[in-house]
């Protein structure tokens, strides 16, 4: 049986190695990629209409805005996920293996110090039974 400190490690090792699931990772870069698009929204109606003013700074938005909503920035985005992360199901399963085997190191630590008392008391009730205490 596992001590409570190595099933303890095991479930953190575990957790820092897997500290989310694909899914929530897909998730997280679309959730970052809509935000990014909406930061970066360019209104683009003053050029059509012949006005809007060509400096740096607005051309640096326009090309900001042009990349950041292209399907090649998404994909590039997605390309850069952790490519060892499990899947949602297989690491909740995992985490639940672990948190139980803590559980179970735990109640084994109790148990083990219930029946060392419970040793102990039948050791004085005995004593005390041939009037040695």
Same mark, same amino acid.
């Given at each position: 049986?596992?001590?409570?400190?190595?099933?303890?490690?095991?479930?953190?090792?575990?957790?820092? /190695?897997?500290?989310?699931?694909?899914? *929530?990772? =897909?998730?997280? $870069?679309?959730?970052?990629? &809509?935000?990014? #698009?909406?930061?970066?929204?360019?209104?683009?109606?003053?050029?059509?209409?012949?006005?809007?003013?060509?400096?740096?700074?607005?051309?640096?938005?326009?090309?900001?805005?042009?990349?950041?909503?292209? /399907?090649?920035?998404?994909?590039?985005? *997605?390309? =850069?996920?952790? $490519?060892?992360?499990?899947? &949602?199901?297989? #690491?909740?399963?995992?985490?639940?293996?672990?948190?139980?085997?803590?559980?179970?190191?735990?109640?084994?630590?109790?148990?083990?110090?219930?029946?060392?008392?419970?040793?102990?008391?039948?050791?004085?009730?005995?004593?005390?039974?041939?009037?040695?205490?």
């Amino acid at each position: 049986m596992a001590s409570v400190d190595e099933a303890r490690a095991k479930l953190a090792a575990f957790e820092a /190695e897997q500290p989310q699931s694909i899914e *929530s990772a =897909q998730q997280c $870069a679309t959730d970052w990629l &809509e935000r990014a #698009r909406q930061v970066t929204a360019l209104d683009l109606a003053p050029v059509f209409r012949g006005g809007g003013e060509l400096n740096y700074d607005h051309l640096y938005r326009a090309i900001l805005a042009y990349v950041v909503g292209s /399907e090649g920035f998404a994909q590039w985005v *997605s390309s =850069q996920l952790p $490519a060892d992360l499990l899947p &949602e199901k297989k #690491r909740s399963a995992q985490l639940k293996k672990l948190h139980t085997a803590v559980g179970e190191a735990e109640k084994a630590l109790v148990r083990a110090e219930l029946e060392a008392q419970q040793e102990q008391t039948a050791a004085k009730l005995a004593a005390l039974e041939r009037g040695e205490g």
